[in-house]
RNA sequence: GCUCCUGUGGUGUAGUCCGGUUAAGCAUACUGCCCUCUCAAGGCAGUGAUCCCGGGUUCAAAUCCCGGCGGGAGCACCA
């Protein structure tokens, strides 16, 4: 049919002009007659709000975790995760675990523990239980050794470049051939004589499977450095592989999110948890979070902290969550970015601008409206008020300052380009200025009536302008090349109120956009 | 290279499982108007997608099937 519109078309269009030529009303009443049902009006397919039905959950009966690895601060990408996690576990009147992924003592440090949970709070994600996954290490022992006895794991003490070219030629390991007394003989040894990298647990998987997850992997490993809770006590630790799947297992875990990179580990999470007849979690995965231009990983940022060229993990450029506290962007508005972003495993590359429109929204009614001045320039002003009262917000209610005024000013550089004598400007909050002089500029008060048609202007007392530095960052990356003029500095005067301002608060410099106060002397841009 | 995942307006998504009632909803961006002592917020309207491409099944496909192509990821004794 859709091949033919071309000859149909016509025949369509003439019919419908001859039922056109039929009055409305006794259109309607055939149609009454005759189709009754195509009056009905449809309901309208619910819009649905949030992130989409989970599979196989019940209300009441889910668990989910967010288990991040302490090696690093915690950025939006962990946000997404851990919002997720929580809104299902919400969503089923369940429970949110928060699990530290500790099982590799060469990259965890303890400040990192407490640094994931700060993050977290300041998001407002709340979990219902804490634990680490070194804290089951005897059980993951335990079932390591199952594994063993069942004959689903073996001792290898190959070295590590026969294994992965092993691994890649899909050839079996010698080791795989030994006696459980061997693998039960180097299991001790494991803990005793061997050093690190000479021998490891494999999973007895499949060395011809397509999945190259499934050759083999490691389960157990010697790691000798100083594991920072639990210090020396222990040298074999569990691969990432082998513990979440137990301890999601053992937790309850009921559905458990991880990021589209480990998809293919799905295979063998629930191959191991068969071989030892546990209780098997939903393993779904969704895409990785990433800005434009700005990077997520640690192999990136470090080198750029180390060269100064960023001035550490809270640089207002970067993606971690201090960096966007510091920079005025709310937990609220990252929630409901994330939420906006969908439950996808299609590749996302994030639109920074939803989140400063949702954050704008969220900041805006209790956000300070204070004058700014860049690119300063005197003003000398005649028949001056001695104190004005100005709002501190257009149409909310958030009090009033202040202002004791003398006749020397600042306004911007930019608002008197082509500015003559005779011209008028409005100074917003003040009144009307009528310009007598150009150089120096000067000006005659000739009231506050308000003028639709003259220019808007913000300005600043001279004598007790308070001199900030903002910093206005922008993307950090154009493609790959770090961008040397990411971070804008300007200093601007802005009024004494600036300094009675708490810090962190959020101002909106009038007709110049939201900054954070970062300090006495520094404020961050947020955005337009 | 091999394997897996993914592909809806400028951008991010909804809808795809159970094909029609929507030639596609929402957000963001953009444009215009209203409001406004801000280039903000708020209100209204509008621009913008033949749903990656090509075939097939069907009366009917963004939705099902096959084949391409584009993008991403994995191929660690890291998570």
Not at 1 to 30: G, H, L, Y
Not at 453 to 479: E, N, T, Y
Request: aromatic share 8%; net charge neutral; charged share 30%.
């Amino acid at each position: 049919m859709r091949s033919q519109v071309k000859e149909i078309a016509p025949v369509i269009s003439s019919i419908v002009n001859s039922i056109n030529q039929i009055p409305f009303e006794q259109q309607k009443s055939e149609i009454e007659k005759e189709f009754p049902d195509l009056l009905v009006e449809k309901p309208k397919k619910e819009e649905r709000e949030g992130l989409p039905p989970l599979e196989g959950a019940q209300q009441g009966n889910v668990i989910t975790r967010f288990p991040p690895e302490p090696n690093g601060y915690p950025h939006i990408g962990h946000a997404k995760a851990a919002i997720i996690d929580e809104e299902y576990a919400k969503m089923y009147g369940g429970k949110l675990i928060l699990r530290f992924d500790d099982t590799n003592p060469e990259a965890e440090r303890l400040e990192y523990y407490a640094a994931i949970k700060v993050g977290l709070d300041w998001l407002g994600v709340k979990y219902d239980r804490v634990k680490n996954t070194s804290d089951d290490i005897e059980l993951l022992y335990k079932k390591c050794l199952e594994l063993i006895n069942g004959g689903f794991a073996y001792l290898c003490t190959c070295k590590q470049e026969t294994v992965s070219a092993n691994r890649r030629e899909m050839k079996a390991c010698k080791c795989s051939l030994g006696k459980l007394e061997q693998n039960l003989e180097r299991w001790e040894k494991m803990f005793s004589k061997y050093k690190q990298g000479e021998a490891i647990v494999r999973f007895r998987g499949d060395m011809k499977s397509e999945n190259t997850v499934m050759r083999d992997p490691v389960m157990c490993r010697i790691i000798e450095a100083k594991h920072p809770i639990l210090s020396d006590r222990y040298r074999v630790w569990p691969s990432y592989d082998f513990s979440v799947a137990i301890e999601d297992s053992i937790d309850g875990v009921t559905h458990a999110f991880r990021t589209k990179e480990y998809e293919l580990r799905n295979e063998l999470y629930y191959t191991i948890l068969d071989a030892l007849k546990m209780r098997k979690p939903k393993v779904i995965e969704f895409s990785r979070l990433g800005f434009e231009g700005m990077p997520v990983s640690k192999r990136i940022l470090r080198p750029l902290i180390e060269e100064c060229k960023v001035s550490g993990y809270d640089d207002p450029r970067l993606p971690t969550l201090e960096a966007l506290k510091r920079r005025g962007i709310t937990p609220e508005a990252i929630r409901k970015f994330v939420l906006s972003l969908g439950f996808t495993k299609a590749d996302t590359l994030a639109p920074f601008d939803t989140l400063e429109s949702l954050n704008r929204k969220i900041i805006d009614s209790d956000s300070i409206r204070l004058h700014m001045v860049k690119n300063p320039v005197k003003i000398r002003i005649l028949g001056m008020p001695h104190t004005i009262t100005m709002p501190n917000h257009p149409t909310k209610d958030i009090g009033t300052r202040q202002i004791t005024l003398d006749e020397n000013l600042y306004i911007e550089s930019e608002d008197i380009k082509n500015l003559k004598i005779g011209d008028e400007l409005r100074f917003m909050g003040l009144g009307n200025v009528q310009i007598t002089k150009t150089e120096p500029l000067e000006g005659n008060y000739i009231g506050d009536e308000l003028k639709a048609q003259i220019p808007k202007v913000q300005w600043v007392v001279q004598k007790d302008a308070q001199k900030i530095k903002i910093l206005i960052p922008s993307q950090l990356f154009i493609g790959e090349v770090f961008n040397e003029k990411s971070l804008e500095e300007i200093d601007v005067f802005v009024e004494s109120h600036y300094s009675q301002l708490k810090e962190g608060k959020e101002i909106q410099f009038v007709r110049f956009g939201y900054c954070r106060k970062d300090s006495v002397l520094q404020a961050i841009y947020t955005h337009k």
